[in-house]
């Protein structure tokens, strides 16, 4: 069936070392991803996206690279600061026009920034 | 622009009981989502409105509903609650066209005891 995974569930980075988080999805007909953090006691924060007609978007401090070959997702975060710790979530959506599209989530990947 | 605001924060109900949580959409947003968060199972989608209309519903029982009103504003119930309905509820709208983010709110943290 249709999942989104995560490869690592905890990741531990010092500060001022970049992070790289990844995620495996299986559905080769999504065409939309999106990368969300989750601090404790809150919801989901959009951090960046992309669509599959590109191969990577930048952000600030943040980097997306999406590899349809092998369904691979990846989030990199540069110069990692101890605000950046929470978990992430990669999303995909999957199914074409209004109302039939779904959002599916993976597990998330914990990241600890060591001092 | 306000975000997307979930109320209340949380609450603590009884086996038998049912509860209802709100949604405020971010303005002009017409896609309202629920979600139901828990530590083993993740992020598990409810339901989808847009425009007053269900449009997408996932795997849970009909205990489980949803409305949204002409405004956005959404609300869903859960029915007959059990123990393992406790977690976090979150909401999350966008404009409803599938190829943009979903803006979540901070969630409804429901404890059934």
């Known amino acids: 069936g249709e999942s989104v995974g995560l490869h690592l569930p905890t990741l531990s980075v010092q500060e001022g070392d970049n992070s790289i988080i990844n995620c495996a999805y299986s559905?080769?007909?999504?065409?939309?991803f999106i990368w969300y953090k989750q601090e404790s006691g809150k919801g989901p924060q959009f951090i960046i996206d992309?669509?599959?007609?590109?191969d990577k978007r930048q952000g600030q401090r943040v980097t997306v690279l999406l590899n349809k070959t092998v369904k691979h997702l990846s989030l990199q975060i540069a110069a990692t600061q101890p605000g950046d710790s929470a978990v992430y979530f990669c999303?995909?959506?999957?199914?074409?026009?209004?109302?039939?599209?779904?959002?599916?989530f993976g597990t998330g990947t914990r990241l600890k920034v060591l001092a | 622009k306000a975000g997307v605001t979930q109320t209340p924060r949380y609450l603590i109900k009884t086996r038998g009981q049912q509860v209802t949580l709100s949604c405020s959409p971010i303005?002009?947003?017409?896609?309202v989502s629920w979600y139901q968060q828990t530590p083993g199972q993740g992020l598990q989608f409810l339901f989808e409105?847009?425009?007053?209309?269900?449009?997408n519903k996932g795997n849970f029982p009909g205990r489980f509903s949803g409305r949204q009103f002409s405004n956005s504003r959404s609300e869903m119930n859960v029915s007959t609650l059990e123990l393992g309905d406790s977690a976090l509820y979150l909401c999350?709208?966008?404009?409803?066209?599938?190829?943009?983010?979903?803006?979540f709110g901070n969630g409804t943290r429901l404890t059934v005891t």
């Open positions: 999350a709208s966008s404009p409803g066209g599938g190829d943009s983010p979903l803006h």
């Open positions: 559905n080769s007909a999504s065409d939309y």
């Open positions: 992309i669509r599959s007609n590109m």
């Open positions: 999303a995909e959506t999957t199914g074409k026009g209004a109302g039939t599209y779904k959002y599916i």
């Open positions: 303005s002009g947003h017409r896609s």
């Open positions: 409105y847009f425009s007053e209309t269900q449009r």
